[in-house]
Structure formats: C-alpha cells, structure tokens
C-alpha cells in the first residue's frame, strides 16, 4: 500500500502552496506515476497562530483540528504542517491524532546539524516563534549553536513577513541586507528561514548568503517517510 | 457558511501546484483569513488520460473517483480538476458526484467570448486532447470559432510541452513565433494554452501576442463561485 502526505495547511496559504510544490519537484520521478498521493487541507480560517500565543488571541486548536480530522478522514499516512509557529501546539494535536506528525523544526534542526556542524545558526522567524523558544530548544536538542535578531531585525523580519502574506512582491533588498549583516556580527554563520513566507521572501530578494529552509526539509522529510 | 474549492489534482502533480498556487495569489485578500478553504486530492495514481482515450489504456475513472471521493468526505462545494485531457471523463464522473463540476474548457470557452468577441481562437494542446475535439466543442457552445495547428505545428508544441516537462528552459522563440505566423495566417486572433506546460512555455519564450491560459481562468471562475 502506497503511503500518503496530509497537509495541514493554510497558515498561509501560499507557505502551503509551496510547501506542495517543494514535495513535487523533491520526488525522485520521471512520469506522474511515480508521484507521491497528497492530500492538503489549506484552511485559512485557522487564527494567528502568533496573537494566539503572544496577545491571548482566539485559540487556533479547533479550526487545526477541523483539518486534522478531514486528513484523516482521507487516510493519509503522516501528516505535516507549513508553519513553524503552529508547532506550538503540535503537542495538543497529537492528543486528537491517529496519525504520526513529522516535526519540521527537528527536522530542520537535525539537518543544520549535518550541514554545517560547529558553525552558529542564525534563526529567523515571527516574534511569535522566536519568543516561544521552539526553535532554539529543537536545535539545542540536535547540539546545533543559535543566535536571534535583535528587536530591529525583528520587525524587518515581521514587515516582510506580513508583506508576502497580502500578496506584495518585495524589491527592496536593503532592510535584509542590514538584519543580516548584524547577525552575521553576532556570530551567525547561516540562517534558518523559520516562518514559511520567509523562503518566498529570499527567492524574491535573492541576498547572498546559506540558507536552511525549513519548509524544504519538511519535504525532504515527508517524501523520505513515504519512500522508505 | 464559507464556500471550500476541492480539486481532483494530481494529472499531473505540477499542475495541481500551479492551480492551487494561482488561486491564493488571485484571491482577494489582505490575510490569511481573507483566504479560500482548498481542499486537493493530488491522486497521481490515476491513469494517464491521453493513452485511455487514444490506445485503449487503463480507465482512469476509479482513480478519479477515489479522489472525488475523499473530496466529499471534506464536504468542498465544487470540484474542478486542472487537467485539460481529463474533462473527457467528466459525465462519468458526475453521475458519482454530490457536488457541481467547473469545468475547466467551459469556463476558458466563455472567457474568450468575452474578451475577444467576433475574433478566432488559436487552440494549442497536446495531441490527445486536440485528437477528442473537446476545446472545438467547448468553444462552438460559446460561439467561438477556433482554427488547430497543422501536423507540423503540432509537433513544434509537442516538442516544446516536452522540453519543458523535461525541466529545460527554453531559449529559441523561432519556432514558436514560426507556428504562431502559421495559425495568424490561417485565422487565429489569438491563442488558448490548452496544456498546462505551455503557460510556462508563453512565460519564458514570451512572444508578442493574445493568449488565455485555462488553469488561471479556472481558479478564477472558482474564486467567484466561493465569494459571489
């Protein structure tokens, strides 16, 4: 029996739009045969995940599970979700869950660690994901070094963000130019695009420097559980 | 109640990708929430269409249904399929379905009424899909005269979908701009990309011209059946 990715999708929706692209052109493939079955439930009515957890916002459990049951109504064999802040609650889901979630931050941290072993991460994220602490744990886990923007490099990171989520096509490379020239400063050797607009962000920009791409590795992972 | 878009993707994975992707940058929305709930069955376990319809090969349809059906378990309120070739089978398929069809040469027939009334369409596809007569029929139901590329034509484009499913990107304009002078010729105002490789081959050959892309005028009659 062939296996099946679920996507829990939507957080946004062009993360998880690119998410399955990743998975599509990742497969060892030479016709659509040889394609893995995925199933993606891209439900953009899930809350912020960040308000959720920094502001006290409406709880973004419900509508998660709301996806959760229609993958597992389609009998998917995993399930993966285009987020990093949505990780946050992944231990609430797996209470609800029949089905095995691949983590994408130990995913990510345990490929930093083999990419680039004694060199320092620099993470990259929304304020709700760094102030979480998720990604430093996971990648203190897999022995790997990190360090954070400061408060001005946030908001770079946080209007960026929030720009490629209403759809805008960045020109200006310069604010990012400077965010990482500052953590390059403060001993990052490379940089973990831990929110998943941020991919969509380096494509349009395009500023030299080593990237760990979060949603990448997600695939990475995914096609890999199917495969095996 | 929100409106949800299934799609009955996978014919192939990339195009499901590109479908899905168009819909959320042409949606009208500011954030996440603004977004339209997508579910997709990305199934490429179905059979290749053009061998069932042209040399007898394997009945797609139970493939298809299968995906049909995980999309009603998720209870979508239209299912569109990004496959041009696939819309062969679509009676069949409805005879199964609980939920309306849009159907992919309908909505793209339409569209090039309005746009260009009184003027001819140039139909471009793979010979599978030009070989059944559903884009001609399609169109005649608009009121849309229509002219095909010649034998040699057919193999320019032919060859073109295949360098482009082969990963390559294209440099040459000439023979395309050749084909192009062949079907103005003969009467094409204008040209309807009816595979989903040729958007790709317009995008980077980019010659002057009219054309009307179906994965685009499908997301978009979608997009209006879930916000109207």
Chains 1, 2 share one sequence.
Request: charged content about 20%; hydrophobic content about 40%.
């Amino acid at each position: 029996m062939k296996k099946t990715i679920g996507i829990l999708g939507g957080m946004g929706p062009l993360a998880t739009a690119d998410l399955f692209r990743k998975i599509v052109l990742m497969t060892p493939a030479s016709c659509d045969n040889d394609h893995i079955r995925v199933i993606i439930d891209s439900n953009p009515q899930i809350p912020d995940r960040t308000r959720a957890i920094l502001e006290g916002g409406e709880d973004p459990v419900p509508q998660m599970l709301s996806a959760l049951e229609n993958l597992e109504k389609c009998n998917v064999s995993c399930i993966i979700m285009p987020c990093n802040t949505a990780h946050y609650f992944i231990d609430r889901l797996r209470e609800h869950a029949h089905t095995p979630f691949i983590n994408m931050l130990e995913v990510t941290a345990k490929r930093c660690a083999a990419l680039f072993p004694g060199k320092t991460a620099g993470v990259w994220g929304t304020t709700g994901t760094l102030k979480t602490g998720l990604y430093t744990r996971a990648l203190e886990q897999a022995g790997v070094k990190s360090v954070l923007p400061d408060e001005k490099g946030q908001q770079v990171l946080m209007d960026l963000i929030y720009r490629v989520k209403g759809g805008e096509t960045l020109k200006d490379r310069a604010p990012l130019a400077e965010l990482m020239a500052d953590m390059h400063a403060a001993g990052a050797d490379y940089f973990i695009l831990g929110c998943t607009e941020l991919p969509i962000v380096v494509e349009q920009l395009n500023p030299p420097g080593d990237f760990v791409d979060p949603t990448a590795e997600l695939a990475r992972a995914a096609i890999a559980f199917c495969l095996e």
